[in-house]
């Protein structure tokens, strides 16, 4: 697997998500996507399941070093004081002390941005995290944020999938040294069933579903985040560096985007898409 150079971060180019994932499932299927090879991990405070992460991670036997952790901090971490107290309680979940990469969720809170970066940027120097970043941030808000911030901001972390052109926001993050990891590629099950990326997919005997992957990681600076708690997929979701898309297969699914491809809206939590 090769990494994603942004900022001075080293970022895995494929990830291990656990978006929605109850802690029991974590412990059941995180496990095996170590086992399989997955060595970046992706959790956030919401997800309520970063004591989990933190569990399969310290028995693991692997090197935390030899880990590239994610969190996120949620919107209601409101005032300077409750939002270190919850990063030092996410670092108590997760058994760990320090994260590689910090994020903040979504751009509404009713703290400030300045006073979030300012916090992002005091754990860093403190060394509780490695790098920090954004997620679900619309361009304009990814230049207030690496305005506002004297650390570098290594990704913005937004909904990805061939059915949501998001290659402005691809190309305003390059301008500043920036990475886009994405989430959601497989666009609520529809991505497995498509079949222009079913008939990709056979022409290099891969699925749907790793034809998608494939196309993530090979555009340049984005990291793909994969989920699944069935373990029989973990090892089809790592299976994506031994075969390359062509220009002509990557401009094809370029163009499965549509006008109303964006699954993900919370309007409380959302900005302006771009």
Not at 54 to 72: C, P
Not at 113 to 136: P, Q
Not at 144 to 173: C, F, M, W
């Amino acid at each position: 697997m090769h990494s994603v150079s942004a900022n001075g971060a080293n970022i895995p180019a494929l990830g291990f998500g656990t978006f929605r994932m109850p802690e029991e499932d974590v412990l059941r299927i995180l496990p095996e996507a170590l086992k399989v090879g997955f060595r970046h991990v992706d959790t956030a405070q919401i997800y309520k399941n970063e004591a989990a992460v933190g569990e399969v991670l310290h028995a693991s036997g692997i090197r935390r070093a030899d880990i590239f952790l994610t969190t996120k901090v949620w919107v209601d971490r409101v005032g300077h004081e409750a939002f270190l107290a919850s990063v030092d309680e996410s670092l108590a979940k997760l058994k760990t002390d320090y994260v590689d990469l910090l994020l903040l969720h979504w751009p509404q809170s009713e703290m400030p941005l300045a006073d979030r970066i300012g916090a992002l940027n005091e754990l860093r120097w403190a060394g509780k995290v490695r790098n920090i970043g954004v997620s679900n941030f619309s361009t304009a808000l990814m230049a207030e944020a690496v305005q506002l911030s004297d650390a570098p901001i290594v990704t913005n972390q937004v909904e990805y999938h061939p059915y949501l052109d998001q290659r402005k926001v691809i190309g305003e993050a390059a301008k500043t040294g920036m990475s886009i990891t994405a989430y959601y590629l497989m666009a609520d099950g529809k991505v497995p069933q498509d079949p222009v990326l079913r008939e990709i997919g056979a022409r290099h005997g891969k699925t749907a579903a790793q034809v998608a992957l494939r196309w993530a990681v090979q555009q340049k600076d984005v990291i793909a985040l994969s989920k699944t708690a069935t373990e029989s997929r973990l090892a089809e979701n790592f299976d994506i560096f031994d075969f390359a898309l062509g220009e002509g297969e990557m401009a094809e699914i370029h163009r499965l985007a549509r006008p109303d491809g964006r699954i993900v809206n919370p309007g409380h939590l959302a900005p302006e898409w771009d």
